[in-house]
């Protein structure tokens, strides 16, 4: 991989989140930090990106092994994953 043979749209690429709940839970998160507002909490969680584990959630990490190793089973008799990951992804595949 050379980067002059990159599409200058890959390389320009952002990934910026944007958009007005996210810009006015900024201005509340900034409200909060300075003390202005009355606001009937004292935390923001910013759940719009995705993030499970900004609410407390454990990350997916089972679900994204057997994908993992069921897209490249070479991976399933590596003993890269835990057994039970490599059983899952082996039942998947047959």
Do not use: W
């Not at 900024?26 to 409200?31: A, E, H, V």
């Not at 609410?55 to 089972?62: A, N, S």
């Not at 190793?69 to 595949?93: C, G, M, W, Y």
């Amino acid at each position: 991989l050379v980067r002059s043979k990159i599409s200058p749209s890959v390389l320009n690429a952002q990934y910026a989140v944007r958009g007005a709940i996210v810009i006015r839970a900024g201005q509340i998160q900034n409200d909060l930090k300075s003390g202005k507002g009355n606001h009937p909490f004292d935390n923001v969680i910013m759940c719009n990106i995705g993030n499970p584990q900004e609410l407390g959630q454990k990350p997916l990490t089972f679900h994204r092994q057997v994908l993992s190793a069921a897209l490249s089973p070479s991976l399933i008799e590596s003993n890269t994953f835990p057994k039970d990951v490599n059983e899952r992804a082996k039942k998947l595949l047959n």
